[in-house]
């Protein structure tokens, strides 16, 4: 019997840039602080995280100018758009993230925001390295290739 998919895992906005623009190190899975508004709004999948990145501020971590819509129904009790939203991950963790920020000039970058199989929310970051233009052409020209050998080995049986 196949295997059912779960309810309630549901991707809210991806960062599909990223892997174009840096050369992905490691990620990690980390809850995120929310208010209720926030939740709501999330639900109906108004959010992006193409602009923001997360960064180590006195010992704690905060993902910046990720975008979350206001939620309509929330009258005077809503959020702001772009608040920084405090990142939920061990301490031993963050010892670590700060060691790749501070000490290797790493840059930790969001991936994807999604709700998990318990229904809630969380968002993968990810430790990587900013490619410079020739990384990106090779990149592209390898993904080129590829598409090509799948192309002949179709054509060729």
């Known amino acids: 019997m196949a295997k059912k998919s779960d309810p309630n895992y549901r991707i809210i906005a991806e ?16 809850g995120i602080m929310l208010h209720g508004s926030e ?10 995280i193409a602009e923001s990145y997360a960064t180590v501020d006195e010992g704690e971590l905060w993902l910046v100018n990720s975008y979350i819509a206001p939620y309509q129904q929330a009258t005077i009790w809503g959020h ?3 608040r920084r939203r405090k990142l939920l991950v061990s301490k031993r963790e963050m010892a670590r993230l700060w060691a790749a ?17 318990r229904g ?22 390898k993904r080129d290739w590829d598409k090509q ?3 002949l080995m179709k054509e060729l049986g």
Do not use: Q, W
Request: aromatic share 6%; with cysteine.
């Open 15 to 30: 960062n599909r840039r990223a892997r174009y623009d840096y050369a992905i190190e490691e990620d990690l899975e980390c």
């Open 39 to 48: 939740v709501k709004s999330l639900r109906d999948g108004k959010a992006n």
């Open 101 to 117: 920020t501070a000490k290797d000039g790493m840059t930790l970058v969001p991936l994807v925001m999604y709700f998990n199989h």
């Open 80 to 82: 702001e758009e772009r």
């Open 120 to 141: 809630l929310v969380k968002i993968k970051i990810a430790i990587a390295k900013g490619k410079k233009l020739a990384d990106k052409r090779a990149t592209e020209a």
């Open 149 to 151: 050998k799948r192309r």
